[in-house]
């Protein structure tokens, strides 16, 4: 029998999410901040651990007006913040620090910032920028026309990856995009970086989202549902040169992460109620589903095509819609926590019935970096 | 249009911009693992050993992976396509294809490139285009 060390106890995203004009950045890191205190009944005196990626941790620690004994600045990209939960766990089963809070902010779209979130690359610069991918949807997807060659992975494939998540955002009220779409609807969409269309690209939206964790014994005192995490989750990094991946049809860093998330946690793949997959662009959930291990490779487009993630699907999947539908700062991994979060807690607008063990999976820049923890509704297991 | 990137060169990477100014891809190679590998650095990403040597690449290769973008990159009119190389060597580094339309009627995965230099002011950037000639 093991038992839990760690919980979340309490977890919130911006009072607005989308468009935000009327915060900054550091704003958006204190309204979540705020919302995350509230809703666990803490102020920032009740606070000693603090972690937050993209932005100047210490900034953040200072608007707040908390005096930490532990704070953690990992600023890999947008799966930071999957990799601070498990940090933060460790620190406060080292007994550096008692009650930590993760914070997210980003001005992603109304830009009310003074910096973007990701260091550059000094030779991703000198040997890729100068050959024209400045922006995500030029290099995230590099890597697709060699999987699709390889695996078989097909264009329909990764427009049904759109298609089911948008059913999903289809149960939640803040979703920026909850209209049904069709396969169609995204394959005419306008052409951005052939193969892929706006449709399935994220997002660009401005938001938070902030979580505080403490140890087992001390969440039953709080008076929210507490969220165990179970094991130490995992991470990894392959860089930020996307061109220099080992392999185009797999990410070395996913399957790095995934395998020790799922070992520390002791579970197999059919322990898993509901999953939470970064996705910055439509493959990113289909390499997630194949590096994690729920379908062999080149299985992942049929896998969500023939529809076994969507609601009622065996293996829900990114069930708030996703950074295609839901919303994407830029630095989207908070908010597939919030929504692990949520089904954990039982009160998501998507709820999966009985979901008792989450697992959340997050990409850090393109390919460069990954993170996975796993949560769950029992103490013991 | 504004002119089109140029790299800023450091000093563990100025043989390679060199040499393509002198019209040859240079890439360096592990003396232990008889490995190339790229982009540069003084040592073997490998194995970590300083033993490394500069070697100069054939200049063949084969188109391992592209997209192609619609989105704005100074000095480039979209759309233009941005791909990864496969070099004879066994390493990958991106280019551009030059000589061949942003098509993927023309983009045929593996088909045979070879490499040519794009002069950019002072800078010479190794780019590739369809081996024998366009296509």
Partial sequence: MSRATVAIVGAAETTKLGKVPELSQTGLHADAALNAMADCGLTPADIDGVATGGHDVAEIIQYLGITPTWYDGTSVGGCSFITLVRHAAAAIQQGLCTTVLITHGESGRSNNRSHRPIFPSMQQQEFEAIYGPLVPPSRFTLPVMRKMKDDGLTEEQLAMVAVVQREWAGFHPRATMRDPITVDDVLNSKMIAYPFRLMMCCLVSDGGGALILTSADRAKDFPTKPVYLRGNGGESAEGPMISQMESFSSSKAFRVSGKAAFESAGISHSDVDHLMIYDAFAHLPIYGLEDLGFVGRGEGGAFIAEGNTRPGGKLPLNTNGGGLSYMHSGMYGMYALQESVRQMRGISPAQVEGAKLSVCHGVGGMFSAAATVVMTTEEQW | ?135
């Fill in chain 2, 1 to 135: 249009m504004s002119e089109r990137q140029v790299p800023t060169i450091y000093p563990e990477t100025r043989f390679y911009w060199d040499g393509a100014k002198a019209g040859k891809l240079l890439l360096q190679s592990c003396t232990a693992c008889d490995k190339a590998y790229f982009p540069p650095r003084p040592f073997c990403p490998a194995c970590g050993s300083r033993d490394v040597e500069v070697i100069e690449a054939s200049g063949k290769g084969t188109l391992y992976s592209y997209i192609i973008n619609q989105l704005p990159a100074p000095g480039y009119e979209p759309p233009f396509t941005v791909a990864v190389v496969m070099l004879e060597e066994g390493v990958k580094m991106v280019s551009n294809i030059l000589d061949c339309p942003p098509d993927p009627e023309a983009l045929i995965l593996d088909m045979p490139l070879e490499v040519t230099f794009e002069q950019r002011g002072e800078i010479a950037v190794p780019q590739f285009k369809p081996a024998g000639g366009a296509q």
